[in-house]
Every structure is written in structure tokens, then in C-alpha cells.
């Protein structure tokens, strides 16, 4: 019997909604698409989604900028880091982190990570204790929430400020409370392939209105920072405007339009993510040679991609398994390459960040780790079928 070929690309995405098309029509007609550009009073659609997006993720502040990293970096900014201090980052993360990290002069201290891809909090601990670092940089990884409450207590206890990456938990909850609003900020991607889609574009959230205020500067605001969606009053910005220096990264007119609209089918997207997830889990866990965590139960995840690790065999033949899905159209991302192909994360492979720690946990479970992405464009039969392939795959390796 000839095997099966999956047939669908795995890095198609759905349209833009129809409404998001229409409301950027009219904003290029209007050839106002710079967010300060409005006549009188009006408010920008930059403006308008900042004030949606607070609302979504019950923050009291938010900011639109250029993409999720630029976030990143303007958030330790505001937060007070200085050039040469230390930011506790988890080692499973994906490049912009340490990028921005670097590009805000910070110093990472990587963190060992779990078999279930989780923060080890006993190295988190130890770390913060050594290091004396006063910042972590929290990355929820492809959507695995750590234990929150025992890193928020770690962090209290060195005073350490946290900033949470929610590259890949926009949406997500941990114990019923929204990701994002465990640290002092938040950061989320709207580039492609996260959970809204305009290209490139990124949200910063928080609740404290001098973080707020130098995150707005920041971004560019010139004196025109009462012109956002979510403004702290003028007395902070007084405060801060003028040692705050401007470091470009705004987001325009038509970025915004297309985010706007997403925000409202978001949560029915997450419900067709999380089933199209649960279809492959399930599949994949027939298979003795791959092991998938279980999902904890209060974590509320977004299951915009899998993850699975194989066990069956030595990790050198991962590549072959690899190889032999793709041939079969099955596209996997293996996390354990020591050269770095494609979007990298192995934290030895940001050789600008010089000579690190060997973290042997963190190594040893991503040379086992395998990375599936769930575009909303393949349904569960679909799903079904990418799990029967790698099945037989892995039943032979
Ligand atoms: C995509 C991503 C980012 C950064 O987002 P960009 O908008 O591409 O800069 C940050 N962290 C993680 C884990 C990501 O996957």
C-alpha cells in the first residue's frame, strides 16, 4: 500500500475578515495612516484598538507598536533596566527574546526548563538568589504556562520585576486569570503566525501608569503622548517625557484595522485551535515511541501549535524522522539542531550573547522536542491524518 501525503501547506493562513478589508480601504483613502495624523479630537484606530485591547486583556493601559520584540524591549526600558543588569530569561524561548534583551543592554541569565517545557523553579531560585537579578523575562513558550504562583513568589521574595512574553498565550489563562497579567507587563505579537495576524505589529500591557507612560514615549510618541487609546494622566508624563528618550516603533492606521476585528472572533478562534490540538494530541499519543505532557488542568492554553518529544530513539535520528514526515508533506520542527536552521531556539546558538552555562536539562529535552504549528486552515481531519503519518514514522525509527 502506498503511504499517505499530506497535501495542505503548513503556513497558510486564513483571510483577513471582510471587515478589517473594508476599514482599511477607507483608511488609504483617507491617506491617514500615521497614528497622530486625525483631524481635531478624532480618535486613530491605533487609538481605538489600544482601548480594545486593554479592555480584552483587563489591563488599565495599553500601547500598539511595531511588533512583539520591539514590545520586549521597551518594556524592560520602562521598567527601569539599565544598561549591564541582569534579566533571568527561561532558555526555551525563541530569538527575539534574547534579542531583546541584548537590544535594551540588559545581561540574560538563562533558566533550566522542565521535561513538560516548564520553568524549573528550583534553578529559577538558585539563579535569582546568585545573580541578584532584579528582572526576569517570563517567556510562555509555544503556550506552556509555568507554575505562576511559585514564580510569582520566587520573584517577590528577590524583588525581582517580571515582564511576561505572550507571544503564544494571547488569549490563554492560568487558574483563571489571563496570561499576561501575573508581572508588571505584557507583551503580544500580532505578526502572522501568532494568534492575530497583521504582519507585524505588537501590544504591550500594564497596570502601572509610569511604565505605561515611558513605554508610550518610548515608542515615539514626540509630545503627542495624550494622543493613545489609554493615556495616564499628564502630571506622569511630566514626570518622565523628558529622560525618556524616543526610540521609534509605532504602530500606523492599518495595522490597527486589521487587529480591530480579530479581537472579537478571538475567543471562537481559540475554541478551533484547542479542538484541531486535542485531534492531533490525541493521535500522537497512540504512538509509544513519542510522549506528550499532559495539559494541567487550570491551564487555559491556546493550542495554536504541538509539541511532542521522541523517545524511541537516540536523538541523532530525530533529523531522519524529520526528513521522512517532510517527504510526506508533514513539516516538524526539531528544537535539537545544533546549527541553527529556520526560527532558532536553543540558547547556544545566540553566540552574541558570549559563552553561556551549559544547562544539561534544558539541553536534554530539546534534543527531544518536536514542534508541529496548527494553522486554523487545516481541520481535524487534517489533524488526524499529520498524527497517523508521524505514527508510522516514528513506529520505524
Ligand atoms: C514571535 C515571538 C516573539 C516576538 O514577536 P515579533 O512580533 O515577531 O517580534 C517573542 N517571543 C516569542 C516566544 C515569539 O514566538
Not at 56 to 85: D, N
Request: hydrophobic share 35%.
Amino acid at each position: 500500500m502506498s503511504k499517505s501525503i499530506f497535501q495542505k501547506p503548513f503556513t497558510q493562513q486564513e483571510p483577513i475578515p471582510d471587515s478589517a478589508i473594508e476599514r482599511v480601504v477607507e483608511i488609504l483613502k483617507t491617506g491617514r495612516l500615521h497614528r497622530y495624523n486625525t483631524r481635531g479630537s478624532q480618535d486613530s484606530e491605533a487609538s481605538l484598538l489600544e482601548r480594545e485591547y486593554a479592555d480584552y486583556q483587563g489591563a488599565k493601559y495599553c500601547l500598539a507598536c511595531t511588533s512583539g520584540g520591539y514590545a520586549l524591549q521597551i518594556a524592560l526600558r520602562s521598567i527601569g533596566m539599565q544598561h549591564g543588569e541582569k534579566v533571568l530569561a527561561n532558555a526555551y524561548t525563541l530569538a527575539p527574546v534574547p534579542g531583546a534583551i541584548h537590544a535594551a543592554g540588559g545581561v540574560p541569565v538563562f533558566v533550566e526548563i522542565d521535561q513538560d517545557w516548564h520553568v524549573d523553579i528550583g534553578d529559577l531560585e538558585k539563579k535569582a538568589e546568585k545573580s541578584g537579578a532584579k528582572y526576569m523575562m517570563l517567556s510562555h513558550m509555544r503556550g506552556h504556562i509555568s507554575d505562576m504562583d511559585a514564580i510569582v513568589s520566587v520573584c517577590e521574595k528577590y524583588g525581582i520585576v517580571i515582564v511576561e512574553d505572550c507571544a503564544h498565550t494571547m488569549g490563554a489563562h492560568w487558574k483563571g486569570t489571563r496570561s499576561g497579567n501575573f508581572g508588571k507587563v505584557a507583551c503580544f505579537s500580532a505578526q502572522t503566525y501568532k494568534h492575530v495576524n497583521s504582519g507585524e505589529g505588537g501590544l504591550l500591557t500594564t497596570d502601572d501608569e509610569e511604565v505605561a507612560a515611558r513605554a508610550i514615549v518610548h515608542s515615539g510618541s514626540y509630545m503627542l503622548y495624550q494622543r493613545h487609546g489609554t493615556p495616564p494622566s499628564e502630571e506622569v508624563f511630566r514626570r518622565i517625557r523628558l529622560d525618556t528618550p524616543n526610540m521609534s516603533g509605532r504602530m500606523d492606521n492599518v495595522r490597527a484595522a486589521l487587529i480591530r476585528p480579530q479581537l472579537s472572533g478571538l475567543e471562537e478562534n481559540i475554541r478551533r485551535w484547542n479542538t484541531r490540538y486535542r485531534v492531533l494530541e490525541q493521535g500522537l499519543s497512540k504512538s509509544s515511541n513519542l510522549r506528550l505532557p499532559e495539559r494541567v488542568q487550570h491551564e487555559a492554553f491556546v493550542g495554536s501549535s504541538i509539541q511532542f518529544q521522541v523517545n524511541g530513539c537516540d536523538p541523532s535520528r530525530i533529523p531522519d524522522l524529520v526528513k521522512r514526515c517532510a517527504e510526506r508533506g508533514v513539516e516538524i520542527k526539531w528544537f535539537g539542531g545544533a546549527e541553527p536552521t529556520g526560527f532558532t531556539s536553543r540558547y547556544d546558538s545566540w553566540a552574541y550573547l558570549g559563552e553561556q552555562p551549559v544547562l544539561n536539562a534544558t539541553i536534554d529535552v530539546l534534543l527531544k522536542t518536536c514542534d508541529l504549528r496548527i494553522p486554523l486552515t487545516f481541520d481535524e481531519e487534517d489533524c488526524a491524518q499529520i498524527a497517523e503519518i508521524i505514527c508510522e514514522e516514528a513506529a520505524t525509527i
